[in-house]
């Protein structure tokens, strides 16, 4: 955010603004929804739900809030939908949403279950709240 905001800021300053709104709604929204869907990280449902399951917890698992939604997918596309919304042309707007956005997204979402941050719904919920 401390890098994208100035770079979009610079390069159109109503999207600059825009995307600084967008990005404080959207952390806001997370916030609520976190508080009202309290959804269980996998590592709390483990420990729960008493299955024999072995999670290698680390220290970018060791998240203290509620997981539902993932704040980290929705802050990426936020994010990389304005960058790519304020350099992208026209013409190559559609392509750098399918090249750029979609992957980086899917990463995101990957990575966040990789390190059994989030469940996959959460990750999906996190990028639908978003839009």
Request: some cysteine.
């Amino acid at each position: 955010f401390i890098f994208f905001f100035p770079l979009i800021f610079a390069v159109n300053k109503y999207k600059g603004i825009k995307f600084l709104t967008t990005f404080i709604v959207s952390e806001w929204m997370n916030q609520v929804f976190k508080w009202i869907l309290h959804g269980d990280r996998p590592y709390w449902w483990v420990k729960e739900a008493r299955q024999d399951i072995a999670l290698k917890e680390t220290f970018l698992t060791c998240e203290t809030g509620p997981g539902l939604p993932s704040g980290h997918c929705q802050a990426s596309f936020v994010v990389w939908y304005c960058l790519l919304d304020a350099l992208a042309r026209d013409k190559t707007r559609t392509i750098a949403f399918v090249v750029i956005f979609l992957p980086m997204q899917v990463l995101m979402m990957c990575s966040r279950i990789f390190i059994s941050a989030h469940f996959p719904h959460q990750c999906l919920f996190g990028f639908l709240f978003a839009l």
